[in-house]
């Protein structure tokens, strides 16, 4: 069986390709590559969260399992005159993301190698935005939920977007156990947005 997106360092054989996605009306150019998630297409929740999430031109963002760096990148061009950190545990994922950032000109950007919040210790955020890796595991995701809020400010919301199918109702249950106030934005094809208020 091969290796899942969530792993450090995929074994798949490279393949990479190209394609440009419109992103809250920016022409974004993606490289993605065999090993990552959602390769051939940005994921529909991806792009769901994107068209839905909040983000001040000030802000700092912090995007969990950012993959080659949809949300990320389209938070960066949100938040001009703030800053985005982009984390996740593929290395691979990183390396896309990091050159995506390049090709787009996309210069508030910083990209880590990080499993679950391990390269952001000690950090504050305004905005945690995340398309929790399912394949990880429910204790993983949970993990992703209850630990970001140590690293939001007062008053700082973390974005989730999560299929009902793939644990919807018990991730909405762990965010208003962990969060001040969990709203549900949007709710489309069975995909559901969050926004969670520390």
């Known amino acids: 069986m091969a290796d899942h997106y969530y792993t450090n360092q995929p074994g798949a054989a490279h393949d990479e390709q190209q394609f440009t996605f419109n992103l809250r009306g920016n022409e974004l150019r993606f490289i993605t590559d065999a090993g990552v998630f959602s ?8 792009v769901l969260l994107i068209e ?4 001040s031109s000030h802000a700092r963002v912090l995007d969990v399992g950012c993959g080659y760096g949809p949300m990320g990148l389209t938070a960066a061009k949100l938040a001009d005159h703030g800053r985005v950190t982009m984390i996740d ?3 691979r994922a990183v390396n896309l993301a990091r050159r995506n950032a390049e090709a787009n000109g996309i210069k508030n950007v910083e990209v880590r190698v990080s499993d679950v919040y391990s390269g952001v210790q000690g950090e ?5 935005l995340t398309n929790p890796p399912i394949r990880a595991g429910k204790e993983i995701v ?3 939920f209850v630990e970001g809020y140590d690293l939001l400010v007062e008053g700082g919301e973390m974005w989730v977007v999560i299929q009902k199918k793939q644990g919807a109702p018990s991730a909405l249950k762990k965010l208003q156990e ?3 106030e969990v709203i549900e934005i949007d709710r489309e094809k069975g995909y559901h947005i969050f926004r969670a208020i520390k």
């Open 52 to 55: 839905n999430m909040e983000i």
């Open 124 to 128: 504050q955020f305004d905005v945690i």
């Open 178 to 180: 962990t969060y001040r």
């Open 142 to 144: 949970h993990r992703i």
């Open 89 to 91: 545990v593929n290395e």
């Open 39 to 46: 390769r051939d297409r940005i994921d529909f929740g991806s």
